[in-house]
C-alpha cells in the first residue's frame, strides 16, 4: 500500500490562516487541497459564533445539534417543545398523551404519576411524551406541541380544548363537573390522528382559580377570610336584611293583624292564605295593626 501523506498542517493550537494550503498525496501524487479560506468558509457555514464571554458562554446562530444538548441555564427563543426528563413511581404503566402530576423527587429526577381532577394528584404538568413502565424515565412535555398521539377520539374535534378528567391519566374535552373536581386545561388539540395527531400543551402546572360548584350552592366568606361553597342559609338572610333596607319586608303563617308589628308602607307575606289574605300592606298605625289584604 502506497504511503499517505497530509503537508502543510500547522502546529496544534495554531490558527488557521485563509493563505494556508492543505494537501494530501498518496504515492507522491497530490490527491487533494484544501485552503484556509475553504475551511473558514465551511466553519461559517455551520455556526456563526457571534459572542463568546469571559465565562465561556456562547451566543450561536446557524448551529444544528444531533443528540442531547445540556445547559445549566439558557437563554433566548425555543423552536420546539419543553420537556422535562422525569420517572415513572406510578406503580403501573404510563402511556404517551396521558396526563401527569409530580408526585416526589428520586434523587435529583422528578417522579410523576397519573394526573387525576378528583384526587390529590393534580395539578398536571403536562403530557407524556413517550411510554414508560413502572420505575422507568420519561420525557414530559410541559409545553409546545407533542406529536405522535391519538387526537380522534369520539366526539373531539380540530381546536378542541382538553382538560384533565376524573380517570387517572386521561384527557377530555369536556370539563369535568362537580366541586370534587379540579378544572384544568391542559392544551389544545392541533391535528386529529388515529396515531399521529398532535396536542399543542399548556397551562400545566396549575388549576383554574374558580373551581366548579354545585347546584343550588354560592361562593361565601367564611371566619378564615377565605371563600366556601355552600348553599345559603337562614342567617346569610338575617345578617342581609339587617344591613340593607329590608326590615319592611315580612313573612310568616296566619293574619299579621294584630300580631306583627311593622311600620307604614311594609308588606306581610302569608304562607298559608288565600284569595285577598296571602300578601297584606301596612297602611296604618304604628304597632301591630293596620294591615290590608290584598
Not at 9 to 22: E, H, I, Q
Amino acid at each position: 500500500m502506497a504511503d499517505v501523506k497530509i503537508s502543510g498542517m500547522p502546529p496544534k493550537g495554531s490558527a488557521v490562516a485563509t493563505n494556508d494550503l492543505f494537501e494530501s498525496s498518496v504515492g507522491g501524487t497530490v490527491t487533494q487541497s484544501v485552503t484556509g479560506q475553504n475551511i473558514v468558509d465551511l466553519a461559517a457555514a455551520a455556526v456563526t459564533t457571534v459572542n463568546v464571554t469571559a465565562a465561556g458562554a456562547a451566543m450561536l446562530t446557524g448551529a444544528d445539534f444531533t443528540g442531547d444538548v445540556s445547559s445549566i441555564n439558557f437563554i433566548g427563543p425555543l423552536n420546539g417543545a419543553v420537556q422535562f426528563t422525569a420517572k415513572n413511581t406510578s406503580g403501573g404503566a404510563i402511556t404517551a398523551g396521558q396526563a401527569i402530576y409530580l408526585s416526589g423527587i428520586s434523587g435529583n429526577t422528578p417522579t410523576v404519576g397519573l394526573a387525576d381532577s378528583d384526587t390529590g394528584s393534580m395539578p398536571a404538568f403536562g403530557l407524556a411524551a413517550e411510554d414508560a413502565s413502572d420505575n422507568n424515565n420519561l420525557e414530559v412535555t410541559t409545553f409546545g406541541s407533542l406529536h405522535g398521539v391519538k387526537t380522534d377520539y369520539v366526539g373531539w374535534a380540530l381546536g378542541d380544548v382538553l382538560y384533565v378528567s376524573t380517570t387517572p391519566g386521561t384527557i377530555t374535552n369536556v370539563p369535568p363537573a362537580g366541586e370534587a373536581a379540579q378544572l384544568q386545561n391542559i392544551g389544545t388539540i392541533e391535528r386529529l390522528h388515529s396515531s399521529n395527531g398532535t396536542i399543542k400543551v399548556g397551562g400545566a402546572g396549575r388549576t383554574n382559580a374558580t373551581p366548579n360548584l354545585d347546584n343550588g350552592n354560592v361562593f361565601i366568606g367564611n371566619g378564615s377570610n377565605q371563600s366556601a361553597a355552600r348553599a345559603l342559609v337562614k342567617t346569610d338572610i338575617t345578617d342581609l336584611t339587617s344591613s340593607l333596607p329590608l326590615s319592611g319586608i315580612k313573612f310568616g303563617a296566619g293574619s299579621p293583624e294584630s300580631s306583627v308589628t311593622a311600620p307604614v308602607g311594609s308588606i306581610y307575606m302569608r304562607s298559608d292564605g288565600g284569595a285577598n289574605t296571602s300578601f297584606y300592606v301596612k297602611e296604618s298605625g304604628a304597632g301591630n295593626t293596620g294591615w290590608v289584604g290584598k
